[in-house]
């Protein structure tokens, strides 16, 4: 591990004191297996050179409270840094956003059958149209979700040509259906599903699914999911790299001059 931690550091350029302290902390949470904590000492690092990412520790911990609600593994790792980077940078929504969001209410998602891509989808659509804190999005994930799979709930969906199936679901049903509504109307059903405090936040969503630009922009994300940290860090290291050789074209070229007016 402790190569492993090294090379990463001398590849990235970031601290291998920090990137220690996440394998650590991973370890401390009970993750013990040595090829799989070296190969996340490389992820780690290069979530540092994606913008998208806040400081390792806070990732990590971050990353912990993924597994625990959505039963991910260490070997899951780099597709579930590849996605939340993915649609950090495409909506306006922060890695850390969806990680509070996780903590808050991706166990009560994960249970009504919603996946952590659908979860990181829809937080990013409603924290891009809201722009409400992470902690209040996520409040909404626990306790609208939760009344949404009340019994009453489920029969007032039924009623409205809404079938069983996850909540992602039964919220893509109800999307058009939902528009089809008066606007009092609309209120009333939201505030039966969700509650009178999270009637802004269901109606958001429900719009959402039924914008072409935004379902559009969501299909794009996921397209691009796969290697976006890589391609992220490998980006930010060849900056980086045109930085320096400007930096060593400018101090040349004023030795050059230095010797010359000599």
């Known amino acids: 591990i402790s190569k492993s931690i090294l090379e990463a550091s001398v590849k990235t350029g970031v601290k ?11 370890a401390q949470a009970g993750f013990k297996n ?12 290069k979530t540092q050179l994606a913008p998208t990412f806040g400081s390792v520790e806070e990732t990590v911990d971050g990353l912990i409270a993924i597994f625990g609600q959505f039963n991910k593994e260490l070997s899951d790792t780099g597709q579930i840094f590849d ?28 249970i009504a059958g919603g996946s952590l ?21 996520g409040t909404f994930f626990k306790t609208g979700v939760a009344r949404m799979l009340r019994p009453e709930s489920q029969a007032l969906m039924s009623r409205l040509g809404v079938g069983e ?24 059903v939201a505030d039966q599903l969700v509650g009178v405090r999270q009637i802004n936040r269901l109606m958001k969503i ?4 039924a914008d072409p630009a935004i379902v559009g922009q969501l ?3 996921r397209r691009g999911v796969t290697g976006s940290v890589d391609r992220m860090a490998a980006q930010r290291l060849d900056d980086m790299g ?20 000599e």
């Open 16 to 26: 291998g004191t920090e990137i220690a302290q996440g394998v650590q902390l991973l």
């Open 34 to 45: 040595p090829v799989e904590l070296s190969n996340v000492a490389g992820l780690l690092a």
């Open 83 to 110: 996605l939340v980077n993915k649609f950090a940078a495409d909506f306006a929504v922060e890695s850390r956003d969806i990680f509070e969001a996780v903590k808050r209410g991706g166990s009560t998602f994960a």
């Open 117 to 137: 891509e659908e979860f990181v989808e829809l937080m990013s659509v409603l924290r891009s149209a809201t722009r409400e804190s992470a902690g209040t999005l």
């Open 165 to 188: 199936g996850t909540i992602t679901e039964q919220l893509m049903q109800l999307s058009p259906i939902f528009q089809g509504l008066g606007r009092a109307e609309k209120f009333s």
């Open 206 to 209: 429900l719009e959402a699914l």
């Open 219 to 221: 299909q794009q994300a």
């Open 242 to 261: 045109n930085a320096l050789q400007r930096v060593r074209e400018e101090f040349q070229k004023f030795i050059t001059e230095v010797v010359h007016d």
